[in-house]
């Protein structure tokens, strides 16, 4: 299974992203797909997840209104799109898939079996 981020960079502040995970080796029925990012200093925290088959979503309430979460089916793609983007924003960004959600998700590091490398996000001010 390979798990691999994009989209990453720097962005003014109140500005915005479209980061994309690909994921290859899964059959995805199932699977749960979420986002997490990482700070320096700071524990990896759960940003948002679906379920593969979109009935379920959930954002951490920083992220609520500004961020949102969506896949395509037929190219196996995940996507995160950030916008009004704050000096609190800047991580590293995490795309995970989880076999053992079925139907729903979780934000929850150790819920996911597999993870990617990461894309950087920086906000300047």
């Known amino acids: 299974v390979q798990v691999v981020e994009s989209g990453g960079g720097l962005v003014q502040a109140g500005g915005s992203l479209r980061l994309s995970c690909t994921v290859s080796g899964l059959t995805f029925d199932g699977y749960a797909m979420g986002w997490f990012r990482q700070a320096p200093g700071k524990e990896r925290e759960g940003v948002s997840c679906m379920s593969w088959s979109g009935g379920k979503v959930y954002y951490a309430e920083a992220v609520k209104g500004r961020f949102t979460i969506s896949h395509s089916v037929a190219e196996k793609v995940l996507y995160l799109d950030l916008d009004s983007l704050n000096p609190e924003d800047p991580a590293m960004y995490f795309c995970?898939?989880?076999?053992?959600?079925?139907?729903?998700?979780?934000?929850?590091?150790?819920?996911?079996?597999?993870w990617g490398q990461g894309t950087q996000v920086t906000v300047s001010s």
């Open positions: 995970a898939a989880a076999s053992t959600l079925s139907g729903s998700c979780a934000l929850t590091n150790s819920t996911y079996n597999y």
